[in-house]
Nanobody, 114 residues
């Protein structure tokens, strides 16, 4: 059964960093595009970044470009989202998805606050 499990969220001060993980089960994610989304309080879900299958080309929303880095470890079947220079506006629930399918993880909470 396809499953995506996020981890790595938490409370961080503005300017800090976090690394989120999205571990996949029941399929080899290196063949598929994986995306990261954020649901901020009172806002619509926002697409942040995506890594393509195969060559692993990264894509970023303007809101995170230059601050977030997406990467993939095929041996661990995991996609990472390295987040730096975090701002209070980055607060939200971060979820990963097998792009173009109904498969989503449950999400991990990130709170950026002093």
């Amino acid at each position: 059964q396809v499953e995506l499990v996020e981890s790595g969220g938490g409370l961080v001060q503005p300017g800090g960093s976090l690394r989120l993980s999205c571990e996949a089960s029941a399929f080899a994610l290196d063949y598929y595009a994986i995306g990261w989304f954020r649901q901020a309080p009172g806002k619509e879900r926002e697409g942040l970044s995506c890594v393509s299958g195969g060559r692993g080309n990264p894509y970023y929303a303007d809101s995170v470009k230059g601050r977030f880095t997406i990467s993939r470890d095929n041996a661990k079947n995991t996609v990472y989202l390295q987040m730096a220079t975090l701002k209070p506006d980055d607060t939200g629930v971060y979820s990963c998805t097998l792009t173009g399918t109904p498969y989503w993880g449950r999400g991990t909470q990130v709170i950026v606050s002093s």
